[in-house]
């Protein structure tokens, strides 16, 4: 008969089957888990492209911020009282940024489907920055370069005050004309060109029809620009003739301050 030690002894070789299958075991969970996991994030991949949000891999690519947008059920907030009846009716086109600004442009196309003039009235929010120069947005309203370099081209006299005139550095003195008008109660922003009139006096005399014509529609709950309007009507003056030398300072003599 056996002892009892001897009944209870376990040889080395089933020690090692035995832990031969514990490991067989884990591993093969290990790879079982492995294999559900993959299959999971594959379906959240699949899932994400089908949606059309599958984040860029590049971490180094900054995400696009939204800009602007043409906001076509908000209803004009200015217009240009008429001189005749006969006067070619301008586009008018409303542009909304998510950070508050908005943009109110009238354009007057030539017969030529060519840009003859433009104003842009620009109500700021926080998309604005100051850092930029004003004569990049001059120039691109046009269709020209944002760095096309601008010089003085004087001063003319509106119900608005004074406003500054620009022409592309270089050019004829009868070139189109940039005109620009900010206020900072309220923040807003004049701007726009005229190719109108064969000659400079002519096209300072067009800019200053223009601006002493623009009206407010709406204040949009925004009392400081209906004082605004308000008190340039009381300085409202009619349309010069056209070449009328109603304007402060010539481009040789006229003192800017400030960059663009």
Known sequence: ????????????????????????????????????????????????????????????????????????????????????????????????????????????????????????????????????????DLTVQMGLGADTPLEQAGLIDTKFGPVALFRPTGTAKAACLFYLKR???PALQISGFSCQGDTLPARRAAIACTLNRLTLLTSGNEPKLAELFARAELKRRGCEPQGSPDWLLGAANAQLRGAL
């Not at 376990?10 to 067989?24: G, K, N």
């Open 1 to 136: 008969m056996q002892s009892p030690e001897a009944r209870t002894a376990v040889s080395p070789t089933q020690i090692h089957l035995t832990l031969a299958a514990f490991a067989d075991e884990v591993v093969g969970t290990v790879a079982r888990l492995f294999a559900y996991v993959g299959a999971l994030l594959l379906f959240a991949i699949l899932g994400l492209a089908a949606l059309g949000q599958l984040p860029s891999l590049r971490d180094d690519e900054p995400a696009a911020k939204p800009g602007w947008s043409i906001a076509d059920r908000s209803h004009p907030a200015f217009a240009l009282s008429r001189l005749d009846s006969a006067e070619k009716t301008a586009t008018y086109t409303i542009l909304r940024h998510p950070e508050g600004g908005r943009k109110d442009v009238m354009r007057w196309p030539s017969e030529a489907d060519k840009p003859l003039a433009q104003l842009e009235i620009y109500r700021q929010g926080g998309e604005f920055d100051v850092a930029r120069p004003a004569a990049a």
């Open 183 to 185: 206020s900072e109660e």
